[in-house]
């Protein structure tokens, strides 16, 4: 029988769920370390020596969640090996893979209950056939459930042969790039200034390529070095367009990598039919528009498959485009990305009208250097090893990169001032 395969984003949590007798023990024995394991069988018999004794069945998951909690916080692969077929078991469990920024991944065993009932007969335990029947009662019950619950993947073995054959392919979270050392340029909020962005690449010691009507498609380094882009390249200037097709060559052929910005997170659900595109984003539409739906629907694929952050250089360089604090590094949920995308608001206002974001960096005391941008200040500035990048080129600044390891700066000024910002008076201006 061929292998069933199973994608599991590692780490996170990983939820067995299915009647006693499905299968549940010995599928997560043939694909997970012991390590990875936490039974319910194995918590009853940690409290009161027996795994079937149901009187310790509540201190038993009182230590399975514990178990659990501890191992998510320490980003670890977590898989729980019990019948979960209940709502609020699984509930309980994914709110800790929610407070711990982590995927959840159901594995569901649909095996017959009269199967399920045959295997339990031989175990020494042999727990009772109408509990088992109960449970895989329940389970076609959930079914329905699971799919609208929170939980990132949901696999469905149907029958045995499935589960038998099931193997399990773990991968890292698209976050994670902590085995790639670079050397990197790390650049700022590009915004559509495209002329610039080129010259800040030429001065980095990038050698551009065009198409054949001159137009700059890729850019690769010499001495093997990459581009790494902290979001915002579109919208407020004058060629949006053209610095994401620089953007999307650079990163389809590996010369750099990318992390989106809170307009390209616009930009998608613009390009969905959601939402009512104004002022930047309008134009932005309008320029991809002209290059037609062939060229959109790049732009779509690239910008929403972009991970919302990356930890880069063994765990010592992250980048986010609006920053990101040390507890979330390396995760991966809905907060984490909402952080990456447009840092924290206090629910304050400045005297500009614009949202007051929480000083996080000033509070920052991770390793790793946190390199990102979205809000623009007049000079690059080191704060607890953490350095904004966005000079507000397309207010009439400068568009600036730092590059890593060596953690030296380069910036270009703008050619001239797009937009007025509403701090402009802080923003240095174009000479």
């Given at each position: 029988?061929?292998?069933r ?6 780490p ?6 299915g009647?006693?007798g499905?299968g ?7 694909n ?11 918590c009853?018999a ?11 069945t ?11 909690d ?5 980003k ?26 982590l995927p ?5 065993l649909?095996?017959?209950a ?5 295997r339990n007969a031989g175990?020494?335990d042999?727990p ?7 449970q895989?009662?329940e ?8 799919e ?6 949901v ?14 392919r773990p ?16 650049i700022?909020?590009?915004?559509g ?16 390529h ?8 890729d850019a ?7 581009a790494?882009?902290?979001g915002?390249?579109?919208?407020r ?8 097709r620089?953007?999307?060559g ?7 990598l990318?992390?989106p ?6 930009l998608?659900?613009a ?5 009512r ?30 991970p919302?952050?990356y930890?880069?250089?063994?765990g ?5 485009h609006?920053?990101l604090?040390?507890h979330?590094?390396g995760?991966d949920?809905?907060?984490v990305?909402s952080?990456?995308l ?8 400045d ?11 000033r ?10 941008g979205?809000?623009p ?5 080191w ?11 397309v207010?009439?600044g400068?568009?600036s990169?730092v590059?890593?390891?060596?953690c ?5 000024a703008?050619w001239?001032r797009?937009?007025?910002?509403p701090h402009?008076e802080?923003l240095a201006?174009?000479?």
């Amino acid at each position: 029988m061929n292998d069933r395969p199973l994608d599991l984003p590692s780490p996170g949590l990983v939820m067995l769920i299915g009647p006693s007798g499905a299968g549940k023990s010995t599928l997560a024995a043939r694909n997970f370390a012991p390590t990875q394991v936490v039974s319910s069988d194995h918590c009853r018999a940690l409290v009161s020596d027996d795994p079937a004794d149901q009187r310790a069945t509540g201190d038993a998951f009182a230590v399975l969640h514990h178990l659990v909690d501890v191992r998510l916080r320490n980003k670890r692969l977590t898989v729980v090996d019990a019948t979960n077929v209940r709502e609020h078991d699984r509930q309980g469990l994914l709110r800790l893979a929610k407070q711990h920024d982590l995927p959840a991944t159901a594995v569901v065993l649909d095996v017959p209950a009269e199967e399920c009932v045959a295997r339990n007969a031989g175990r020494q335990d042999k727990p009772d056939p109408a509990v088992t029947r109960q449970q895989h009662a329940e389970l076609h019950r959930a079914l329905g459930k699971v799919e609208n619950e929170r939980f990132r993947r949901v696999h469905v073995l149907r029958g045995a042969g499935e589960v038998d054959s099931a193997t399990v392919r773990p991968h890292g979270l698209p976050v994670d790039r902590a085995h790639d050392h670079g050397p990197f340029d790390v650049i700022g909020d590009v915004h559509g200034c495209r002329r610039e962005w080129e010259e800040l690449l030429r001065r980095l010691g990038y050698r551009l390529h065009h198409d054949g009507s001159g137009r700059a498609v890729d850019a690769d380094h010499p001495e093997g070095r990459r581009a790494v882009l902290l979001g915002d390249l579109v919208d407020r200037g004058p060629d949006s367009a053209g610095s994401l097709r620089l953007a999307m060559g650079m990163v389809e052929s590996g010369n750099a990598l990318a992390v989106p910005g809170n307009h390209e997170h616009k930009l998608v659900r613009a390009l969905r039919g959601r939402g009512r595109p104004s002022g930047g984003l309008a134009r932005t539409l309008e320029e991809l528009s002209a290059w037609g739906e062939e060229f959109e629907h790049r732009v779509l694929e690239f910008c929403s498959g972009l991970p919302h952050h990356y930890v880069l250089a063994g765990g010592d360089l992250v980048v986010a485009h609006a920053g990101l604090p040390r507890h979330y590094h390396g995760r991966d949920s809905g907060r984490v990305r909402s952080f990456a995308l447009y840092g924290a608001p206090t629910g304050e206002r400045d005297e500009a009208g614009l949202p007051v974001r929480h000083p996080w960096a000033r509070d920052y005391r991770g390793r790793a250097v946190v390199l990102y941008g979205h809000t623009p200040v007049s000079s690059l500035e080191w704060v607890n090893r953490t350095l904004c990048l966005d000079t507000g080129c397309v207010f009439g600044g400068w568009l600036s990169a730092v590059r890593y390891p060596e953690c030296t700066t380069e910036s270009v000024a703008a050619w001239q001032r797009y937009q007025r910002h509403p701090h402009s008076e802080e923003l240095a201006p174009a000479e």
